[in-house]
């Protein structure tokens, strides 16, 4: 079976939902033949490269909220994730452009490395005091995910390296209907959006395993829409 995720690392509910799910993964009996791939989604590709805003103001700004109203829905995401065993930065943190950073993912999953600099963005991104945008950063991340330095440098230096390969991506997204992330696509015959608890996904691969539809899921679960739009807690 294989399980499509479509999301974007700058996505609070892909961050919590990746966890999620795979604890699902780990309760349902025949994990071992399930095959995970990663999708592209930008929440928002229109945004301009090479620059970066602070979530705090961008989130005030989207929702028309105050600073301190802001703050208090990022916190909000951030007992969430930590209640996931994820740790979660509240102050200092940023918001860019990931396009590259989806690139460079495809690189990444052509190596077989997909997953492992995916965990490495999406912890950079809400935990660390370093930014995923800063492209230096992005290509240490992508050793340390083992890939090859030079051929990654390469990936981040020619705009048109898998740049097909997102917007393939993404027009597949569209095409299946997902307008929000993540979305969770199981062997080409479920669809399941949100940050659903574990106990969904095991149940979906369950019920996906034996041919039926899914049910039990929530259609109003956490999720961010394009342009970088995520539900916002009220506070």
Request: hydrophobic fraction near 45%; charged fraction near 30%; aromatic fraction near 8%.
């Amino acid at each position: 079976m294989r399980v499509e995720i479509w999301s974007d690392i700058a996505c609070p509910w892909c961050y919590i939902g990746k966890a999620r799910f795979e604890k699902g993964l780990a309760a349902f009996a025949h994990r071992d033949r399930v095959e995970v791939v990663f999708r592209s989604f930008e929440l928002d590709p229109n945004g301009p490269r090479g620059t970066t805003a602070p979530v705090v103001e961008m989130l005030a700004k989207k929702y028309g909220r105050t600073l301190d109203e802001a703050r208090g829905m990022e916190e909000h995401v951030a007992a969430t994730a930590r209640a996931e065993g994820l740790d979660y930065r509240t102050d200092g943190r940023d918001h860019g452009n990931t396009f590259d950073i989806h690139r460079l993912l495809h690189l990444a999953a052509a190596r077989g490395r997909q997953n492992a600099l995916l965990d490495l963005a999406f912890r950079t991104n809400f935990a660390a005091d370093r930014s995923v945008f800063d492209p230096e950063v992005l290509a240490a991340l992508a050793v340390e995910a083992g890939l090859d330095e030079t051929e990654a440098r390469a990936v981040l230096a020619d705009e048109t390296a898998y740049a097909e390969a997102v917007r393939a991506d993404e027009r597949e997204a569209a095409a299946l209907g997902a307008n929000a992330v993540p979305f969770f696509v199981l062997d080409r015959r479920y669809g399941i959006s949100g940050g659903q608890p574990a106990e969904v996904f095991t149940r979906a691969l369950e019920q996906a395993w034996e041919g039926y539809e899914p049910a039990g899921t929530d259609p109003a679960a956490e999720a961010c829409e394009p342009d970088g739009a995520c539900p916002a807690p009220q506070v």
